[in-house]
């Protein structure tokens, strides 16, 4: 019945020479994720400064669809909930910190405090919407789900129109966001600025997913997604953890959709239709389902795909009747292609690609050493 | 009591389409155990055949009927081009292979059609014959209920009677056992993907006149209410898509006719709750629905 | 082991992809230009824009930009702009607000535009306004009728194009009351600022209470039989129409099919005839006596030199695509463009552009004025009505002008002006 419920990423708990489980603790996890995360920052601090401002802005948003992915891949990889209603989640998150920002701003307080408070708040407020929909969440499966979720996409951004009073409708909010510290110098670039922000809060939300996953909740949500009755008689309360997957993957969901907000400066529905829920689904799957890398993978291709297959159409040189029929609808049918073609030829993604490289690179090593 | 009437007659002639194309997401689900979201593109694929047909030709039904052979070849040429050779472990794959072929499908169609509107003919007057001075049902509304009513009846009749439908069944449900009976799987496999593509071409040459126009993202809404139906009506039930096709199109008329039409994305979750809360595999699921 | 190789990998790939992005970003330095306007240099200008060419409001918008760019490859083809050849960078935002963001940016930080023109949509813009404003970029002629263009406080660098729609809800409105007075008067329009500034300027002229029924729509929602029914049933005789061209159609079709007629005044939005037409096929006599408004000359009148100019152009530099209200305003707004660069003299900078806009006085295929000035940064100011009869669109009447707030509506009357002979606008 595994086809009723949401996908399996490939087998990867046993190490396919002894059996034996490959989740040998080696000091204590936090810090080994710590250690990951202090790097990847030091790093990122490293490449602000070395590529242009709207690399920075690339990579900041990058960063900012990572959180979103990350805790998606969380729910469909690994409980097995498939949701089709992530963009909407993203939008709560937006709309929230949106409106937190321009609180602040009226009331003309500044400080750099501000920020992470609105950042918080939309957290808060996507976990909210983000329970009640996982308490119904947890009552359906496989299409039945995606039914609710994709309905939740449609409407989330209707309402932003329905109470345009508060949500200005399809024109949207805009979202004030104070320039750098100047404790960073009068000419501090700005994209630089954004990279840092959302780079920060993303490595910390997927810092704390990490543990999660390697924690005894982890352990539950993938007893869950591999066979409900056998972790039923293990005595873990099903449904309490899928609702707990729900809320945990909205809230990086919310915190995802509230950096992009920052990023743009401005909240509009149309940003968060159901075209982007389809998409953060198909940047996970893509991506590997199931594991953060992946989902790295699957935000980069976010913002690197369309961008690249623009270029790669505009290095042809065509005449303007054909031109015009190829503009915009030649990167689409190659990222379309590129979809299809990943998804035969490498059903675990691209972070299943790369593992299965790395592992026949070190087998050939130990064979060589042998 | 003139505006109910009226709402309610629209509301109905708009479902029948979408229990069409809900009926045609059944059809795979029952076969392949997949949601084709690209049922929607692929659906206007053929009716833009079907346009380039009626268009050199000048006559509609022609066009209508080559919708119909395109739509069941192209569900043939997905299986057996794509769709046969996309890992099956995941459910989710075929999902996003599916997506994918969207947007292939739809940039291919911008290429070659471009981006305007097409007009979609109807082959019979859309003006509405009254009924003690209440504009009721047109010819055209008449022919899509007929049309959706036979093939409805077809298919229930095919999978009830027919050795062909019970070998589909068989294939769908118990793969392994029917392989060793001596059915042909795989051929049933395409078989049901032509059909559901056939089906879906034809909701779609139903549905386009009432739209805005061919596009390559003309159904893409359509879609959203189709599959709506399907799930409240239940994805493994014909009947269920029929009845589901109904209900999703009466709600979006009576809500936008007194309640305002941004409120109709709301109601439409408000209705998919409200039924799957209750039966959480839709309305027509066998009561043991929920197996894990 | 294995554990290892997968960290392992994880860091490699990440620390692949930012250098890859650091590879990408490729060092042009302060070279180009001398005191280094960006998009300038002595040979070139490089401007950018945003446009829905794919997705569902590509519609009949798809052809707008590759129409200035055939006006801009003419004028290349005639020597360019103080001997500089305009080079227009078309972006693809499928009106999608979130990509606009990535594409404006691209435009601005990457690419070094001199100038963002005709950015269309009023969400997809609206979104960038601050983006651009704080990096000093000209956002010249937005392509669209909202009022948020015209704040030239808060967006200095910000000018329209399209007379906003209260200015149009206003003309429509005065012919309502001139001509069909007395007649029961119905509003639909798009759930959105379209709709309401549209219904605001209605209300203007007309008085609050005498619009009978309002109704809006939602473009998610493709069934209008319910708004048209209520008209039918309150027996409205002249519906004012604030809708895209998909939804004009869609509107008179409904009305059509319900036995409902009524006399249509449309928005500018959704009036093209050519595309109402096109998608209406067969059905396009339903459209016969549909009054719309234009403030550019009409697709169809031949003799008129714009369009000779225009069709010429479009044979020339456009593959001949066909013509239509989207290829006249293209190449109108490229001609506006031109006339603003000319304008801003030889050692073209982006405060220069900024000041010949605020001056304002260009004269061009317009049938009313620009309302260019340092405290007026809305675009054309009136508009001309028109009506279609025997299936051709053509004017009647006078232009009108007016403005958003309660100014009266006002016959305009100067004659309009004629294209320069070599269709390049000249230094005034």
């Known amino acids: ?370 | 009591m003139d505006r109910f009437v009226f709402l309610t007659v629209d509301g109905l002639s708009r479902g029948a389409v979408y229990a069409a194309f809900a009926l045609a997401l059944v059809l795979i689900w029952r076969a392949a155990r997949v949601v084709n979201f690209a049922q929607g593109a692929m659906a206007v694929a053929a009716a833009y055949v079907a346009y380039t047909v009626s268009a050199a030709t000048g006559s509609y039904w022609l066009g209508f009927v080559v919708a119909i052979v395109a739509g069941l070849l192209l569900g043939a040429l997905v299986d057996r081009v794509v769709m046969r050779h996309v890992d099956h472990a995941s459910p989710l794959n075929p999902v996003i292979v599916a997506l994918g072929l969207v947007l292939l499908i739809q940039a291919v169609l911008g290429m070659v059609y471009g981006s305007e509107f097409r007009p979609a003919e109807a082959p019979f007057s859309r003006s509405a014959l009254t009924v003690g001075g209440v504009a009721v049902l047109s010819p055209y509304d008449l022919f899509v209920f007929a049309t959706i009513g036979v093939v409805v009846s077809g298919l229930a009749w095919m999978f009830a009677r027919t050795p062909v439908g019970l070998r589909m069944r068989a294939a769908a449900f118990a793969p392994e056992v029917s392989r060793l009976l001596g059915v042909n799987v795989g051929g049933m496999l395409t078989f049901g993907w032509a059909l559901a593509s056939g089906v879906g071409a034809l909701a779609a040459m139903l549905v386009l006149p009432t739209e805005l126009g061919l596009h390559p993202h003309a159904m893409d809404l359509v879609f959203v209410s189709a599959f709506t139906a399907a799930v409240v009506g239940g994805l493994d039930s014909p009947p269920g898509a029929v009845v589901g096709g109904l209900v999703v199109g009466l709600v979006l008329s009576y809500v936008s006719g007194y309640a305002g039409s941004d409120l109709t994305p709301l109601a439409v979750l408000v209705l998919l709750l409200a039924v799957l809360l209750v039966r959480p595999g839709g309305l027509f699921a066998p009561v043991a629905a929920r197996r894990v | 082991m294995h554990r290892k190789a997968h960290r392992g990998l994880a860091i490699a790939s990440t620390i692949a992809l930012l250098i890859t992005a650091a590879g990408c970003s490729g060092d042009d330095g302060p070279g180009s230009g001398g005191a280094s306007v960006p998009g300038v240099t002595d040979t070139e200008i490089t401007v950018g824009t945003h446009m829905p060419l794919t997705g569902p409001a590509s519609a009949g918008y798809s052809k707008i930009a590759p129409a200035t760019k055939a006006y801009f490859d003419y004028v290349n083809a005639n020597g360019g702009v103080h001997g500089r050849k305009i080079t227009y960078k078309i972006m693809d935002d499928g009106y999608n607000p979130a990509n606009t963001q990535q594409v404006v940016r691209q435009l601005v930080l990457q690419d070094k535009v001199f100038a963002v023109l005709n950015g269309l949509g009023t969400p997809t813009h609206t979104g960038v306004l601050d983006f651009l404003k704080s990096n000093r970029v000209p956002d010249l002629f937005v392509a669209s009728g909202s009022r948020s263009w015209d704040q030239p406080d808060k967006y200095p660098g910000t000018f329209g194009f399209n007379p906003d729609y209260t200015v149009e809800g206003k003309i429509l409105a005065n012919y309502a009351k001139r001509d069909l007075a007395g007649q029961k008067l119905c509003f639909l329009g798009q759930d959105d600022d379209f709709g309401r500034d549209s219904l605001a300027g209605v209300e203007k002229v007309l008085g609050a209470g005498a619009v009978a029924v309002k109704q809006t729509y939602v473009t998610s929602n493709t069934n209008v039989a319910p708004q048209i029914g209520a008209f039918k049933a309150a027996e409205c005789k002249v519906v004012v129409l604030a809708t895209v061209p998909g939804f004009t159609a869609l509107s008179i079709g409904t009305a059509a099919r319900l036995g409902y007629k009524a006399q249509w005044l449309v928005s500018n939005v959704g009036a093209d005839y050519p595309t109402l037409a096109k998608q209406l096929g067969a059905a396009a006599p339903m459209l016969e006596g549909m009054v719309g408004t234009n403030y550019l000359p009409m697709q169809n009148d031949t003799a008129n030199p714009w369009i000779q100019l225009f069709t010429k152009i479009n044979k020339e530099h456009n593959g001949d695509a066909p013509f239509d209200g989207n290829t006249v305003y293209g190449m109108s707004v490229g001609y506006l463009f031109v006339q603003t660069l000319l304008a801003a003299g030889k050692d073209l900078t982006r405060e220069k552009v900024l000041a010949a806009v605020q001056k304002g006085g260009f004269q061009g295929p317009g049938l009313v004025p620009l309302r260019f000035s340092a405290t007026d940064h809305s675009g054309y100011g009136g508009q001309r009505l028109s009506r279609v009869t025997g299936g051709v669109q053509s004017y009647f009447g006078p232009a009108y002008e007016t403005d958003e707030a309660d100014g009266s509506v006002n016959e305009y009357t100067a004659a309009p002006v004629a294209p320069p002979a070599n269709g390049v606008p000249t230094v005034s």
């Open chain 1, 1 to 370: 019945m595994s086809a009723t419920r949401a996908a399996l990423p490939p087998k990867q708990q046993l190490d396919e020479r002894g059996g034996r489980p490959v989740d040998r603790r080696r000091g204590s996890t936090l810090l080994r994720h710590l250690a990951v995360v202090l790097a990847a920052g030091l790093l990122l601090v490293a490449v602000s400064y070395t590529v242009e401002p709207f690399r920075n802005f690339q990579l900041a948003t990058v960063a900012a669809y990572f959180c979103a992915t990350a805790g998606l891949t969380v729910l469909t990889g690994l409980n097995g909930q498939l949701s089709l209603g992530h963009g909407a989640l993203m939008a709560t998150g937006a709309y929230t910190a949106a409106l937190c920002q321009t609180a602040f701003a009226d009331r003309g307080m500044t400080g750099g405090w501000l920020l992470p408070l609105s950042l918080g708040a939309a957290i808060v407020g996507t976990v909210a919407v983000g329970a009640v929909v996982g308490v119904a969440a947890a009552r359906l499966r496989g299409p039945y789900l995606a039914g609710v979720t994709l309905a939740v996409a449609v409407v989330v951004p209707a309402l932003a129109v329905t109470f345009d009073g508060v949500f200005n409708g399809e024109q949207g909010l805009s979202v004030p966001v104070e320039p750098p510290p100047l404790s960073l110098g009068p000419y501090f670039p700005y994209e630089r600025w954004q990279l840092w922000v959302t780079g920060a809060a993303t490595l910390l939300a997927v810092l704390l997913l990490a543990n999660l996953i390697r924690s005894r909740y982890g352990r539950t949500f993938r007893a869950v997604r591999d066979d409900e009755v056998a972790a039923r008689l293990a005595g873990i309360h099903v449904a309490r953890t899928q609702v707990l997957a729900f809320v945990v993957s909205a809230a990086t969901a919310g915190l995802g959709g509230a950096l992009l907000a920052v990023l743009a400066q401005s909240v509009s529905p149309g940003a968060f239709s159901l075209t982007l829920s389809l998409f953060l689904l198909m940047a996970v799957v893509i991506g590997g389902l199931g594991r953060l890398t992946g989902a790295l993978w699957g935000a980069v291709l976010l913002v690197a795909l369309p961008d690249l297959t623009h270029s790669l159409t505009e290095m042809l040189t065509l005449s303007p009747a054909v031109a015009q029929r190829l503009e915009g609808n030649l990167p689409l049918a190659i990222f379309g292609l590129t979809l299809i073609v990943v998804m035969i030829a490498a059903p675990g993604g691209v972070q299943g690609l790369l593992s299965r490289l790395g592992r026949a690179v070190l087998a050939r090593g130990r064979a060589r050493r042998s």
